[in-house]
């Protein structure tokens, strides 16, 4: 069974750094986009940062110049090291992945989601 396990959250005062982990576990054919997005209670998810397979990232406004996120094919999995975080980075993550099967199905998978808390 295919899942993306998530892992690095927790607290962390304004101005300091965390970096989310996400592998893919089990046995696929290939991976296309991943990235991470966040949710907030009573807002939509909405997405922080994503990688191409070809290793080109996209970032929200938002965190722009304070978030990286990389990439390991081999390993399938992506890293992304936040910096300088803010209260209103504040949220549960989730990973997100675009993943072909064997059959050549594409499928979208979703991580079940890592808090990430802020402290003013």
């Known amino acids: 069974q295919v899942q993306l396990v998530e892992s690095g959250g927790g607290l962390v005062q304004s101005g300091g750094s965390l970096t989310l982990s996400c592998v893919v576990s089990?046995?696929?054919?290939?991976?296309?986009?991943m990235g991470w997005y966040r949710q907030t209670p009573g807002k939509e998810r909405e997405l922080v940062a994503a990688i191409t397979s070809g290793g080109v990232p996209n970032y929200s406004d938002s965190v722009k110049g304070r978030f990286t996120i990389s990439r390991d094919n081999v390993k399938n999995a992506i890293d992304m090291q936040m910096n300088t975080m803010k209260p209103e980075d504040t949220a549960v993550y989730y990973c997100n992945a675009n993943l072909w099967n064997w059959t050549g199905d594409g499928m979208t998978y979703w991580g079940k989601g890592i808090l990430v808390t802020v402290s003013s």
């Open positions: 089990g046995s696929i054919f290939g991976t296309g986009d």
